[in-house]
């Protein structure tokens, strides 16, 4: 069982930049392929950025692309996903999650059911 714990949200004006930061814990978390996702308020969960086990294949959602960057230590248990250029639509809570049943793939994944570990999320808000 994998437990996912998110940092490194917070509040930042327009243009700027945060690095947010994923903890795992409890299983194999190196070997599952991670994304990031995001809820804004009134909002359903949407896709942020996604890796693969080994960090070979990324991909983003068309409104991040270009601002923001997943990575992962390779061989541990933390991801993380850099966001620069921040704008005021991009308030939300993130989550990180892992995909537990896709184990070694080095697929990344845009849709919320292929993932199983969630983290509780962090707050990021971008103001104008």
């Known amino acids: 069982q994998v437990q996912l714990v998110e940092s490194g949200g917070g509040l930042v004006q327009a243009g700027g930049s945060l690095r947010l930061s994923c903890e795992a814990s409890?299983?194999?978390?190196?070997?599952?392929?991670m994304g990031w996702f995001r809820q804004a308020p009134g909002k359903e969960r949407e896709f942020v950025a996604g890796?693969?086990?080994?960090?070979?294949?990324?991909g983003y959602a068309d409104s991040v692309k270009g601002r923001f960057t997943i990575s992962r230590d390779t061989f541990g248990n933390t991801g993380y996903l850099q966001m620069n250029k921040l704008k005021p639509e991009d308030t939300a809570v993130y989550y990180c999650?892992?995909?537990?049943?896709?184990?070694?793939?080095?697929?990344?994944?845009?849709?919320?059911?292929?993932?199983?570990?969630w983290g509780q999320g962090t707050q990021v808000t971008v103001s104008s």
């Open positions: 890796i693969g086990w080994s960090d070979i294949n990324t």
């Open positions: 999650a892992a995909a537990g049943n896709w184990p070694y793939s080095t697929m990344w994944y845009d849709r919320t059911s292929e993932y199983n570990y």
């Open positions: 409890g299983g194999a978390f190196r070997i599952y392929p």
